[in-house]
Nanobody, 128 residues
Framework: QVQLVESGGGSVQAGGSLKLSCAVS????????LAWFRQAPGKEREGVAA???????SYADSVKGRFTITQDNAKNTLYLQMNSLKLEDTAMYYC??????????????????????WGKGTLVTISS
């Protein structure tokens, strides 16, 4: 059973940085994608960044140049380094995985998002 557990959320001032982690367990797939989504209050969940099993990465336009997604296979951990944070980055951040496809293989918008497993989320709050 795949489990995803996020950590690293918190409160930070605009312009600051945070690094989110997602511990992945029960994972034996060789063709997959791992991604970070976020959901702000009153808004739809959206994909933020993704990494495929071949190492390819993709980012939402709103975070390009500010966020970096990485994966440490030895530690079975996914990361999201977030720099130059803005007020609009405030959201619950979720780690998710599609265990048989690359991120670009499907439309990753709601209501399904095409992801097989989700973590419970970690809250990021940006203040002015």
């Amino acid at each position: 059973q795949v489990q995803l557990v996020e950590s690293g959320g918190g409160s930070v001032q605009a312009g600051g940085s945070l690094k989110l982690s997602c511990a992945v367990s029960g994972y034996t797939y060789s063709y997959y994608c791992l991604a970070w989504f976020r959901q702000a209050p009153g808004k739809e969940r959206e994909g933020v960044a993704a990494i495929d099993s071949d190492g390819s990465t993709s980012y939402a336009d709103s975070v390009k140049g500010r966020f970096t997604i990485t994966q440490d296979n030895a530690k079975n951990t996914l990361y999201l380094q977030m720099n130059s944070l803005k007020l609009e980055d405030t959201a619950m951040y979720y780690c998710a995985t599609d265990t048989g496809n690359y991120y670009s293989d499907y439309d990753r918008r709601g209501p399904y998002y095409g992801m097989d497993y989700w973590g419970k989320g970690t809250l990021v709050t940006i203040s002015s």
